[in-house]
């Protein structure tokens, strides 16, 4: 290292990195919001979506901003999601752990990596999606970096850095496609019994009874997916039919033998007593963030990642149930949980699993 670097305290460069990540968490925030939203990363300029003012630079600036307005809009007063100021210190967290865990080459590809987990995380928990952006370019920034960076894969050779990241990446998405697959056909079909005939509504956007209410994108994760019910009444506009059995997919509504496409369908009432629901245990999104997962740490980190992953996402669950007594039906999603596994393997998990396998080796 250069002389004159070497004299600058570790405290600076510490400093520095939580900085550059407080600032890097803002930018985050931006994808957060505006990625599921398919919107522009880079236009409009920050704003509020209440009021609709563009946000000064004095009043973005990451973490102290939203503590000196007491978490508000200083043109409206509307809140302002604690979870931008959590964004911005979670990331500069993470910055200094590792800038002052790893080697500066190794240190700029899981700085890279950190924020693409951050992202995929914040959109799941919100929107129980992960875009494609965040998965596939997992995958791309994952090869990539392992082949100018090969010590990423504990390679030597920059040809065997991007090797083992494509074959991460394949042992991921191969490993949880399978567990997918498995899930569905034990677990592929959610049935509602009602105590009562019970009305329940179909329009183009998703499906309606009681307090309850499902997005189609929430329900079909595949073509071959469909809701299933036999009903003993049905209006559509002007037309009722006294008894048929209904079937939906993604792109129709069945009635009997006549067929409504579902983009135009309007709403259909029908009653029944009961629904079949198709269900996924994870969405396909969590299959492609792993692969993402898979590039950047390697084929040696995906078991450790799914065991980890589904400990920590059933203790969540499980403590959810308790604290808000809800049941087994309610959705979660596992993306977070993907992701705090991938950080425990990078920071320590790595060892971990070495001293686990050794012990099961005797």
């Known amino acids: ?18 900085v550059l990540g407080a600032v890097v968490g803002s930018f985050l925030n931006v994808c957060i919001h505006r990625m599921p939203r398919n919107e522009s990363l880079v236009r409009p300029r920050s704003h509020c979506p209440g009021c609709g003012t ?5 009043d973005n600036l990451p973490v102290l901003s939203w503590i000196f307005l007491g978490g508000k809009c200083r043109g409206c007063g509307m ?3 604690p979870s931008y100021a959590m964004v911005e210190t979670l990331t500069a967290l993470l910055f200094v752990a590792i800038w002052r865990t790893f080697a500066p080459a190794e240190a700029f590809a899981y700085a890279i990596f950190a924020c693409l987990l951050i992202v995929a995380t914040f959109i799941d928990f919100e929107h129980f999606i992960i875009p494609d952006r965040i998965t596939l370019g997992s995958v791309f920034a994952g090869v990539v970096c392992s082949g100018f960076i090969p010590s990423l894969q504990n390679a030597e050779r920059h040809s065997a850095g991007a090797f083992w990241s494509l074959a991460g990446a394949a042992a991921g998405y191969a490993t949880l496609w399978t567990v997918v697959e498995i899930g569905k056909k034990i677990f592929g079909m959610k049935r509602v019994e009602f105590p009562h005939p019970t009305e329940v509504f179909l329009t183009p956007e998703g499906l309606r009874f009681g307090d309850e209410s499902e997005r189609w994108e929430e329900i079909f994760s595949r073509e071959s997916d469909a809701l299933r019910f036999g009903a003993i009444g049905i209006r559509l506009g ?5 008894q048929a059995h209904v079937r939906v997919n993604w792109k129709e509504v069945r009635v009997g033998d006549e067929v409504f496409p579902l983009e135009t ?14 269900r996924e245990a994870m969405g396909r999104g969590d299959v492609k963030f792993l692969a993402g997962i898979g590039a ?3 084929p040696q980190a995906i078991f450790f990642v799914i065991f980890a992953s589904s400990v920590l996402g059933s203790a969540f669950g499980l403590l959810l149930m308790l604290l808000a007594k809800r049941g087994w039906g309610f959705k979660i999603p596992y993306g977070p949980y993907l992701a705090a596994a991938a950080l425990l393997w990078i920071f320590q998990g790595a060892n971990w699993w070495a001293v686990w396998a050794r012990g099961l080796g005797g």
């Open 1 to 18: 290292m250069n002389p004159a670097l070497e004299a600058v305290p570790s405290w600076f460069w510490t400093a520095a990195a939580a």
């Open 54 to 58: 563009t946000i000064s630079w004095f």
């Open 79 to 81: 809140r302002i999601s």
């Open 238 to 242: 002007d037309r009722s039919w006294d």
């Open 265 to 278: 369908l309007g709403e259909l009432m029908a009653v029944t007593k009961r629904l079949e629901i198709p």
């Open 296 to 298: 950047f740490l390697g």
